[in-house]
């Protein structure tokens, strides 16, 4: 990132990341300080200690994760993520916790946390190492941590541990705005609406920093809470009294941590203005208990109709929920449009302003870490990769963003490279490349191993069916369709997500009916000349080429030869037009945008394209180019996943996350303003095409 450029940029969503300075604690360790407040991060005393002492114990979490239920989500709201501390100390608790209660097994927890100005990776990771060093027991959850961290720009970072039904939401920017965005209405009343169960009030001191506790803060607070969230810190400034009470909490100061004689804990009563500020300094947490009230969905079984991306991807996160789900599909899984030899995960930029609110950003950082984890489990399943890490360079033929803009992100996310560094990466020995955009993060999503790793969870079940009725009660959903054999059959299920692309609207007519758009994937298998001049990662131009290696298993759903070298290019776009047969004039519509873009691949693709293979799919988009996420207008159990275009596989990921949010009561990792822009209600799907 240029600092020049940053600090003359326009400060809205653009994040400052913190300045970290080191001062020695009381026990000689040397610990962090934030140089833009002056303040500590974590006690002098002993941080952890502080940390399980005011918000684990006061907020009552041993007891209250303990008494989880099955499929029931605890909700933590923290204010100051900071090093990270208190996510840790919460994370081993939980952990703990499972490994002693057997119903907790399918209980989750959900953290949630705000940062205006969070510690660059470099910094947390000495921070964490020397807590590493103080804390052993904290070692094993420092690892995922770091290796998920997000990049720091505004918005909304989801981090998935989904090994401990962990799931983490990092808010990058003003807390206010941030809790501001947290959607809790719904447009059903069926669906259940998410709330805080406890608060971590872990800002630097009201004296450092009052913006952490203004108004607006204990506004959000009052509006995403219920009766019994509690809260606790470590503070008991006027101001933090003073604000919790005037917004529905009732106060109690409790013995503090160390030398602090004092702190705080508070809980949501039915009636506003009470205060129980004792000055009877012996007295206990009992009188002050938080009850445990489940208003969590307990649906049993979905079934998803469509098995392309954006029902695989529904399907595990539901599944993910404890949820069992059945995955239909008129045909198999990936039959359609989602089932190319390989998908370029490459983000579409936007300036910087606008990232926060900008669903493709958002999703891009989500798929990139969903689909580095998904290798994990691709290792100890012996299969492909999902991702193939390759990096992807564009050339900015069609871009809405200039270099300029581009120093504004993060260079670890986005950056331009100097023109022989661009050569080199690339392969592109004879062009200017002077102007690009390098994306370290981009790699190529091998479709076949992300769906054998899906349909590999025990909850998920696979069914050919095609469907003809869906017939909505109150109490279930009968979908009804013909198999394999064209025998009838029934399906009763708790909730319908409906994923099937176009053919959505033929099965509700509630879904938009979309613009249906033909596109058209080649590849054709180089010679070893060919190759060695070929480029070496995905380029992005009018279009894009994509070099990769078959893997087992490819040739289930494409002509390619295991263990052998491809070429990609795509796509074609043809509007209007269904039909999936191959063409050879769209094989030389992809050769010739490649050669337009880079002309010394004129004498390198073969001009003779009657021998590649190819694939066609049919897209689907809206007048916006938004998705469609979310519930059916009038239905209690129907909802849909649909109109991804040609970016399914950076959407569908966030977007499914999102849908089950809204089906189960948890918080989306999208703002309230983009979950209406999603909604199969919005205006602008109103109107038909003509």
């Known amino acids: 990132m240029s600092i020049a450029h940053h600090t003359n940029a326009e400060p809205l969503n653009i994040i400052t990341p913190a300045k970290v300075e080191w001062q020695m604690d009381d026990t000689g360790n ?62 081993q608790l939980w952990r703990q916790l499972r490994d002693t209660y057997p119903q907790l097994a399918d209980a989750r927890l959900h953290f949630i946390t705000t940062e205006k100005f969070p510690i660059p990776l470099a910094d947390l990771t000495h921070i964490l190492a020397l807590w590493g060093q103080r804390a052993p027991e904290l070692v094993a959850l420092i690892e995922p941590l770091l290796a998920a961290y997000p990049p720091l720009i505004a918005g909304c970072h989801r981090l998935d541990f989904s090994y401990d039904n962990l799931t983490v939401d990092i808010w990058l920017g003003d807390a206010a705005q941030s809790l501001s965005k947290l959607a809790i209405e719904r447009p059903q009343q069926s669906a259940p609406q998410p709330h805080i169960d406890a608060w971590f009030l872990d800002g630097f001191a009201p004296s450092c920093n009052s913006t952490l506790w203004a108004d607006s803060i204990f506004t959000q607070m009052q509006r995403l809470s219920r009766p019994h969230t509690t809260a606790a810190t470590y503070s008991c400034a006027g101001i933090v009294k003073r604000g919790l009470k005037e917004h ?108 926060d609110e900008h669903l493709h950003t958002i999703g891009y950082l989500y798929s990139s870490r969903l689909y580095r984890d998904l290798n994990q489990k691709a290792t100890q399943l012996n299969t492909a990769p999902v991702l193939e890490p390759t990096g992807a360079l564009d050339l900015l033929v069609k871009a809405n963003i200039g270099t300029e803009q581009i120093e504004d992100y993060p260079d670890e996310m986005a950056t331009t490279l100097p023109h022989e560094q661009a050569q080199n990466i690339s392969g592109i020995k004879e062009q200017d490349l002077s102007e690009n955009l390098y994306l370290p993060q981009s790699g190529l999503v091998n479709p076949q191993a992300l769906k054998t790793i899906i349909l590999t ?38 909730h319908v997500v409906i994923c099937a692309a176009f053919e959505s609207h033929q099965l509700d007519k509630r879904i938009f009916d979309c613009r249906k758009i033909r596109g058209q994937l080649s590849w054709f298998r180089p010679s070893l000349e060919q190759l060695i001049n070929l480029p070496k990662i995905p380029l992005k131009y009018s279009g894009y080429c994509a070099p990769f290696n078959a893997k087992a298993g490819d040739d289930e759903l494409n002509t390619v030869t295991a263990g052998k070298p491809y070429l990609l290019l795509g796509a074609s776009f043809i509007r209007n037009d269904t039909d999936t047969d191959l063409r050879d004039e769209e094989h030389q519509i992809s050769r010739d945008k490649l050669v337009a873009a880079i002309p010394e691949m004129e004498s ?87």
Request: hydrophobic residues 40%; aromatic residues 6%.
């Open 457 to 494: 969870h025990p909850l998920i079940r696979f069914q050919q069916l095609e469907v003809s009725e869906i017939n909505e009660t109150e109490q279930q959903v009968c979908i009804e369709g013909s198999d394999q054999n064209q025998e009838t059959v029934s399906i009763l299920a708790d």
């Open 248 to 355: 529905g909490f009732a106060i109690k100061k409790v013995k503090g941590f160390g030398r602090k004689r004092e702190m705080l804990t508070a809980i949501m009563t039915d009636t506003n203005h009470i205060d129980v500020t004792s000055d009877n300094k012996s007295c206990d947490n009992e009188s002050h208990d938080a009850e445990q009230i489940t208003t969590d969905s307990t649906f049993n079984h979905t079934a998803i109709i469509g098995a392309g991306v954006s029902g695989l991807l529904t399907a595990w996160s539901l599944a993910n929920r404890g949820i069992a789900v059945t995955l239909l599909d008129k045909t198999a899984p990936l039959a359609g449009a989602s089932g190319n030899p390989r998908a370029l995960l490459a983000l579409k930029m936007t300036p910087i302003h606008h990232v």
């Open 30 to 91: 040397m610990v962090p300080v934030s140089g833009e407040f002056g303040d500590v991060y974590f006690s002098h005393a002993d941080g952890l200690a502080e940390t399980r002492h005011v918000f684990l114990e006061h907020n009552q979490l041993p007891d209250r994760l303990a008494g989880l239920v099955p499929k029931q989500c605890f909700t933590i709201a923290e204010l100051g993520f900071g090093t990270g501390l208190n996510l840790l100390a919460t994370w």
């Open 604 to 690: 390198i693709v073969p001009a003779d394209t009657s021998l590649w293979q190819g694939r066609a799919g049919i897209r689907t988009q809206t007048p916006d180019y938004h998705p469609i996420v979310g519930q059916l207008t009038n239905s209690q159990r129907i909802w849909t996943i649909s109109a991804m275009g040609a970016k399914g596989y950076a959407l569908a990921p966030i977007c499914a996350e999102a849908l089950a949010g809204m089906m189960l009561g948890s918080f989306a990792p999208l703002s309230n303003a983009m979950l209406a822009r999603l909604s199969p209600n919005r205006t602008r799907l109103q109107t038909p095409l003509t």
